[in-house]
Protein backbone atom coordinates (compact mmCIF):
# COMPACT_ATOMS: atom_id res chain seq x y z
CA UNK A 1 0.00 0.00 0.00
CA UNK A 2 1.29 3.46 -0.74
CA UNK A 3 -0.62 5.90 1.36
CA UNK A 4 0.68 10.00 1.69
CA UNK A 5 -0.69 12.81 3.08
CA UNK A 6 -0.34 16.28 2.17
CA UNK A 7 -1.67 19.72 3.93
CA UNK A 8 -3.82 22.22 2.65
CA UNK A 9 -2.91 25.87 1.49
CA UNK A 10 -2.66 28.54 4.73
CA UNK A 11 -6.50 29.75 3.19
CA UNK A 12 -8.38 26.00 3.75
CA UNK A 13 -5.89 25.08 6.61
CA UNK A 14 -9.02 26.09 8.96
CA UNK A 15 -11.47 23.34 7.36
CA UNK A 16 -9.55 21.14 5.53
CA UNK A 17 -7.34 18.62 8.02
CA UNK A 18 -5.25 17.19 4.60
CA UNK A 19 -5.25 15.67 0.92
CA UNK A 20 -4.55 12.26 0.89
CA UNK A 21 -3.91 9.56 -1.62
CA UNK A 22 -4.02 6.06 -1.76
CA UNK A 23 -2.43 3.39 -4.30
CA UNK A 24 -2.72 -0.50 -3.90
CA UNK A 25 -1.91 -3.27 -6.53
CA UNK A 26 -4.72 -5.30 -7.77
CA UNK A 27 -3.41 -8.14 -6.22
CA UNK A 28 -3.11 -7.20 -3.23
CA UNK A 29 -6.07 -4.74 -3.10
CA UNK A 30 -8.81 -7.39 -3.45
CA UNK A 31 -8.81 -7.86 0.36
CA UNK A 32 -12.63 -7.19 2.09
CA UNK A 33 -11.51 -3.98 4.88
CA UNK A 34 -13.10 -2.82 7.87
CA UNK A 35 -13.64 0.64 7.93
CA UNK A 36 -13.93 2.54 11.53
CA UNK A 37 -15.21 6.03 12.60
CA UNK A 38 -12.62 8.97 12.22
CA UNK A 39 -15.08 12.07 13.10
CA UNK A 40 -14.15 13.56 10.05
CA UNK A 41 -16.23 14.01 6.55
CA UNK A 42 -14.06 13.17 3.42
CA UNK A 43 -14.47 13.83 -0.24
CA UNK A 44 -12.96 11.35 -2.34
CA UNK A 45 -12.31 10.53 -6.47
CA UNK A 46 -11.84 6.74 -7.51
CA UNK A 47 -9.52 7.07 -9.84
CA UNK A 48 -9.03 3.82 -10.28
CA UNK A 49 -10.95 0.44 -10.29
CA UNK A 50 -14.61 0.42 -8.46
CA UNK A 51 -14.75 -0.03 -4.48
CA UNK A 52 -17.89 -2.13 -2.89
CA UNK A 53 -19.51 -1.18 0.15
CA UNK A 54 -21.00 -3.48 2.05
CA UNK A 55 -24.59 -2.73 3.53
CA UNK A 56 -25.89 -5.93 5.01
CA UNK A 57 -24.10 -9.36 4.86
CA UNK A 58 -23.14 -10.19 1.39
CA UNK A 59 -25.39 -7.41 -0.43
CA UNK A 60 -23.89 -4.49 -1.49
CA UNK A 61 -23.25 -1.05 -3.65
CA UNK A 62 -20.57 0.62 -5.40
CA UNK A 63 -19.34 3.75 -4.34
CA UNK A 64 -19.97 6.83 -6.39
CA UNK A 65 -16.61 7.42 -8.04
CA UNK A 66 -17.01 11.12 -6.91
CA UNK A 67 -18.35 11.33 -3.60
CA UNK A 68 -18.48 12.80 0.22
CA UNK A 69 -18.61 10.21 3.37
CA UNK A 70 -20.75 11.81 5.97
CA UNK A 71 -20.11 11.15 9.64
CA UNK A 72 -19.75 7.24 10.60
CA UNK A 73 -20.52 6.00 13.94
CA UNK A 74 -20.20 2.73 13.02
CA UNK A 75 -17.39 0.79 11.31
CA UNK A 76 -18.48 -0.93 7.98
CA UNK A 77 -17.31 -2.82 5.07
CA UNK A 78 -15.27 -1.95 1.43
CA UNK A 79 -13.96 -4.34 -0.70
CA UNK A 80 -11.84 -2.86 -3.85
CA UNK A 81 -12.48 -4.70 -7.36
CA UNK A 82 -8.94 -4.63 -8.49
CA UNK A 83 -6.62 -1.64 -8.63
CA UNK A 84 -7.13 0.33 -5.51
CA UNK A 85 -6.00 4.73 -6.93
CA UNK A 86 -8.12 7.33 -4.87
CA UNK A 87 -7.42 11.23 -3.89
CA UNK A 88 -9.44 12.38 -1.20
CA UNK A 89 -9.88 15.42 0.97
CA UNK A 90 -10.32 15.41 5.34
CA UNK A 91 -12.12 17.68 6.61
CA UNK A 92 -12.06 18.70 10.45
CA UNK A 93 -15.55 18.06 11.35
CA UNK A 94 -16.92 21.65 11.26
CA UNK A 95 -15.15 22.38 8.12
CA UNK A 96 -17.15 20.49 5.58
CA UNK A 97 -20.19 23.03 6.55
CA UNK A 98 -18.78 25.75 4.86
CA UNK A 99 -19.03 24.83 0.96
CA UNK A 100 -22.61 22.94 1.41
CA UNK A 101 -25.78 24.24 1.89
CA UNK A 102 -27.32 20.94 2.75
CA UNK A 103 -27.83 20.10 5.98
CA UNK A 104 -24.68 18.13 7.04
CA UNK A 105 -26.90 15.53 8.86
CA UNK A 106 -27.92 14.56 5.70
CA UNK A 107 -24.62 12.97 4.68
CA UNK A 108 -24.54 10.47 7.97
CA UNK A 109 -23.38 6.74 7.37
CA UNK A 110 -23.17 7.17 3.55
CA UNK A 111 -21.48 8.40 0.50
CA UNK A 112 -23.05 11.25 -1.18
CA UNK A 113 -22.34 11.53 -5.06
CA UNK A 114 -20.98 15.01 -5.26
CA UNK A 115 -23.71 16.21 -7.74
CA UNK A 116 -25.75 15.93 -5.24
CA UNK A 117 -24.15 18.70 -3.52
CA UNK A 118 -22.78 20.95 -5.87
CA UNK A 119 -24.69 20.33 -9.12
CA UNK A 120 -24.29 18.29 -12.25
CA UNK A 121 -22.76 20.11 -14.54
CA UNK A 122 -20.07 21.49 -11.79
CA UNK A 123 -19.53 17.84 -10.64
CA UNK A 124 -19.11 16.57 -13.51
CA UNK A 125 -16.24 19.42 -14.90
CA UNK A 126 -14.38 19.08 -11.12
CA UNK A 127 -13.99 15.08 -11.76
CA UNK A 128 -13.17 16.01 -14.82
CA UNK A 129 -10.08 18.34 -13.88
CA UNK A 130 -9.39 15.34 -11.18
CA UNK A 131 -9.10 12.83 -13.31
CA UNK A 132 -7.10 14.82 -15.77
CA UNK A 133 -5.02 15.96 -13.66
CA UNK A 134 -0.84 14.87 -14.59
CA UNK A 135 -0.41 14.57 -10.71
CA UNK A 136 -1.02 14.86 -7.24
CA UNK A 137 0.16 18.63 -6.97
CA UNK A 138 -1.75 19.22 -9.44
CA UNK A 139 -5.13 17.91 -8.38
CA UNK A 140 -4.51 19.78 -4.98
CA UNK A 141 -4.02 22.66 -6.89
CA UNK A 142 -7.88 22.00 -8.47
CA UNK A 143 -9.42 20.88 -5.91
CA UNK A 144 -8.25 23.84 -3.68
CA UNK A 145 -9.25 26.58 -6.90
CA UNK A 146 -12.73 24.67 -6.45
CA UNK A 147 -13.04 25.16 -2.77
CA UNK A 148 -11.76 28.60 -2.59
CA UNK A 149 -14.49 29.83 -4.70
CA UNK A 150 -16.95 28.07 -3.54
CA UNK A 151 -15.81 29.21 0.12
CA UNK A 152 -18.58 31.93 1.36
CA UNK A 153 -16.92 34.63 3.57
CA UNK A 154 -20.30 34.98 5.18
CA UNK A 155 -20.74 31.72 6.28
CA UNK A 156 -20.09 31.14 10.02
CA UNK A 157 -19.59 28.66 12.06
CA UNK A 158 -21.18 28.82 15.67
CA UNK A 159 -19.03 29.77 18.44
CA UNK A 160 -20.45 27.74 20.87
CA UNK A 161 -19.71 24.60 18.23
CA UNK A 162 -16.32 25.32 17.27
CA UNK A 163 -15.18 25.89 21.12
CA UNK A 164 -16.81 22.60 21.55
CA UNK A 165 -14.93 20.84 18.86
CA UNK A 166 -11.61 22.93 20.04
CA UNK A 167 -11.55 21.07 23.61
CA UNK A 168 -12.54 18.25 22.36
CA UNK A 169 -9.81 17.88 20.05
CA UNK A 170 -7.39 19.69 22.80
CA UNK A 171 -8.59 16.86 25.40
CA UNK A 172 -8.61 13.94 23.50
CA UNK A 173 -12.43 13.80 23.62
CA UNK A 174 -12.35 13.23 26.96
CA UNK A 175 -14.40 16.72 28.17
CA UNK A 176 -17.76 16.44 29.40
CA UNK A 177 -19.76 18.65 27.52
CA UNK A 178 -21.06 19.60 31.38
CA UNK A 179 -17.48 20.97 31.66
CA UNK A 180 -17.42 22.86 28.07
CA UNK A 181 -20.13 24.79 28.89
CA UNK A 182 -19.20 25.38 32.23
CA UNK A 183 -22.42 24.36 33.94
CA UNK A 184 -25.00 26.16 32.29
CA UNK A 185 -26.70 23.56 30.65
CA UNK A 186 -29.65 26.09 29.07
CA UNK A 187 -27.18 25.96 26.34
CA UNK A 188 -26.75 22.18 25.46
CA UNK A 189 -29.86 21.85 23.54
CA UNK A 190 -28.70 24.41 21.82
CA UNK A 191 -25.32 22.76 21.42
CA UNK A 192 -26.70 19.81 20.23
CA UNK A 193 -29.21 20.91 17.72
CA UNK A 194 -26.29 23.05 16.36
CA UNK A 195 -23.52 19.86 16.48
CA UNK A 196 -26.70 18.01 14.35
CA UNK A 197 -26.67 20.38 11.43
CA UNK A 198 -23.12 21.59 11.27
CA UNK A 199 -21.06 18.68 12.03
CA UNK A 200 -23.36 15.57 11.24
CA UNK A 201 -23.65 13.58 15.15
CA UNK A 202 -23.56 14.25 18.53
CA UNK A 203 -20.91 15.99 20.40
CA UNK A 204 -20.75 13.05 22.90
CA UNK A 205 -20.35 11.19 19.85
CA UNK A 206 -17.78 12.80 18.15
CA UNK A 207 -15.88 12.94 22.06
CA UNK A 208 -15.99 9.13 21.58
CA UNK A 209 -14.43 8.92 18.35
CA UNK A 210 -11.87 11.61 19.38
CA UNK A 211 -10.57 9.77 22.41
CA UNK A 212 -11.05 6.41 20.39
CA UNK A 213 -8.38 7.73 17.69
CA UNK A 214 -6.26 8.65 20.73
CA UNK A 215 -6.27 4.91 21.85
CA UNK A 216 -6.12 3.60 17.87
CA UNK A 217 -3.07 5.39 17.89
CA UNK A 218 -1.00 4.90 20.91
CA UNK A 219 -1.93 0.84 20.33
CA UNK A 220 -0.51 0.77 16.78
CA UNK A 221 2.33 3.39 17.72
CA UNK A 222 3.32 0.87 20.47
CA UNK A 223 4.41 4.19 22.90
CA UNK A 224 2.14 2.04 25.77
CA UNK A 225 2.88 -1.31 27.49
CA UNK A 226 -0.61 -2.47 28.29
CA UNK A 227 -4.23 -2.17 27.22
CA UNK A 228 -4.47 -0.63 30.96
CA UNK A 229 -1.92 1.58 30.60
CA UNK A 230 -3.79 3.16 27.10
CA UNK A 231 -6.70 3.04 28.63
CA UNK A 232 -6.01 5.90 31.11
CA UNK A 233 -3.26 7.78 28.93
CA UNK A 234 -6.47 7.86 26.54
CA UNK A 235 -9.12 8.99 29.54
CA UNK A 236 -10.89 6.00 29.36
CA UNK A 237 -12.78 5.50 33.24
CA UNK A 238 -10.69 2.08 33.12
CA UNK A 239 -10.07 -0.79 30.54
CA UNK A 240 -13.32 -2.16 30.49
CA UNK A 241 -14.39 1.01 29.62
CA UNK A 242 -11.81 1.35 27.07
CA UNK A 243 -12.45 -2.24 25.02
CA UNK A 244 -16.61 -1.76 25.66
CA UNK A 245 -15.92 1.84 23.44
CA UNK A 246 -13.37 -0.15 21.02
CA UNK A 247 -15.58 -3.00 20.50
CA UNK A 248 -18.91 -0.43 19.48
CA UNK A 249 -16.72 1.37 16.88
CA UNK A 250 -14.14 -1.03 15.56
CA UNK A 251 -16.59 -4.40 16.11
CA UNK A 252 -13.78 -6.07 17.46
CA UNK A 253 -11.40 -6.40 20.52
CA UNK A 254 -8.00 -4.25 20.85
CA UNK A 255 -5.68 -7.22 20.88
CA UNK A 256 -7.98 -8.70 17.24
CA UNK A 257 -7.88 -5.46 15.52
CA UNK A 258 -3.69 -5.89 15.76
CA UNK A 259 -4.14 -9.11 13.84
CA UNK A 260 -7.10 -8.61 11.99
CA UNK A 261 -6.24 -8.52 7.84
CA UNK A 262 -9.60 -7.02 7.85
CA UNK A 263 -8.10 -3.82 9.33
CA UNK A 264 -4.98 -3.47 7.95
CA UNK A 265 -6.06 -0.09 5.47
CA UNK A 266 -7.94 1.26 8.72
CA UNK A 267 -4.50 0.75 10.48
CA UNK A 268 -2.80 2.38 8.00
CA UNK A 269 -4.94 5.68 7.97
CA UNK A 270 -4.44 5.62 12.22
CA UNK A 271 -0.63 4.77 11.95
CA UNK A 272 0.21 7.71 10.01
CA UNK A 273 -2.59 9.88 10.94
Known amino acids: MNYQTFQPHADLSAFIQCYWTLEVPAAYGAEKQ??????????????????????????????????VLGQ????????????VNTFAVRFYPYG?????????????NKET????????????????KIIAAKDTKQRIERIEAFFLDKLNEKST??????????????????????????????????????????????????????????????????????????AYKSEYYDQNHFIKDFREFTGTTPKEFLTDDQLALSSLFYAKG
Open 34 to 67: RIIPDGCIEMAFILGDDIKRFTAGDDFLLQPRAM
Open 157 to 230: IDHIVTTTIDTLLATNGSSSIRSILKGDLSKRRQLERQFVKQIGISPKQLGKVIRLQTALKLLLNKKEGTLTQI
Open 72 to 83: TIEPFYIQPTGY
Open 96 to 108: FANFVNVPIKNLA
Open 113 to 128: PIAQLFGEVIAVELER
